[in-house]
């Protein structure tokens, strides 16, 4: 089944780093736009980051501006997430995107960061 399947969420207190993945499975997801989104508890989905289909140029949203970066492993089908110098804002589900013809999502992976 084509799909994306996201990994990397977990738990991280304040201050903290982590790195999701967004791989393609049956799908490619490089040449692509490619978006990170996330839905907080009871907030609807938002667009934290993305990155063209050559990875030239990347933009983010003003809230994580200068702490995530949204990047490309072309030979592993893989768009990354680095997340730096979490916040307990920053909690919600991420979601990963294709964007295309057919737009494709992940399932999500869950980010709380608490202490």
């Known amino acids: 089944q084509d799909q994306l399947v996201e990994s990397g969420g977990g738990l991280v207190q304040p201050g903290g780093s982590l790195r999701l993945s967004c791989t393609g499975s049956?799908?490619?997801?490089?040449?692509?736009?490619m978006n990170w989104f996330r839905q907080p508890p009871g907030k609807e989905r938002e667009l934290v980051a993305y990155i063209t289909a050559t990875g030239g140029y990347t933009n983010y949203a003003d809230s994580v501006k200068g702490r995530f970066t949204i990047f490309r492993d072309e030979a592993k089908n893989t768009v990354y997430l680095q997340m730096n110098s979490l916040k307990p804002e920053d909690t919600a589900v991420y979601y990963c995107?294709?964007?295309?013809?057919?737009?494709?999502w992940g399932r999500g992976t869950k980010v709380t960061v608490s202490s």
């Open positions: 049956g799908l490619t997801v490089n040449n692509y736009l």
């Open positions: 995107k294709r964007v295309g013809p057919k737009d494709y």
